[in-house]
């Protein structure tokens, strides 16, 4: 059974920088190739999760949101079977529960794509 788990979480003042990381056991490579981050903003449901970025393992080629784009970068380390969201330049607006995917291909921001799920790590940004 593959189980990510995130970790990294805190609480940061805007401007500053959080390392997510998320590792994930069992992992298959032939089948699920495409990891990814979300996030779940206060007030929004589950279905309004917002995708942050991807990572296609083996390539390791990236996928950003267009609000994340520049200041976000996702990265992985095959050895370990983990996968990295590096955040820089934080604002409030990026408060939210963070969440890491295993799927297996497709269009990478819709949740329907992913077949695993980690419970989350809370990220706090203060103005």
């Known amino acids: 059974q593959i189980q990510p788990m995130e970790s990294g979480g805190g609480s940061v003042q805007a401007g500053g920088s959080l390392k997510l990381s998320c590792v994930v056991s069992g992992f298959q490579h032939t089948k699920y190739w495409m990891w990814g981050w979300f996030r779940q903003a206060p007030g929004k449901s589950r279905e309004e999760r917002e995708g942050v970025g991807s990572i296609l393992v083996g390539s390791g080629t990236t996928y950003y949101a267009d609000s994340v784009k520049a200041r976000f970068t996702i990265s992985q380390d095959p050895a370990t079977k983990t996968m990295y969201l590096q955040m820089d330049h934080l604002t409030p607006e990026d408060t939210a529960m963070y969440y890491c995917?295993?799927?297996?291909?497709?269009?990478?921001?819709?949740?329907?794509?992913?077949?695993?799920w980690g419970q989350g790590t809370q990220v706090t940004v203060s103005s």
């Open positions: 995917a295993v799927g297996r291909g497709g269009q990478w921001w819709r949740q329907m794509f992913y077949d695993f």
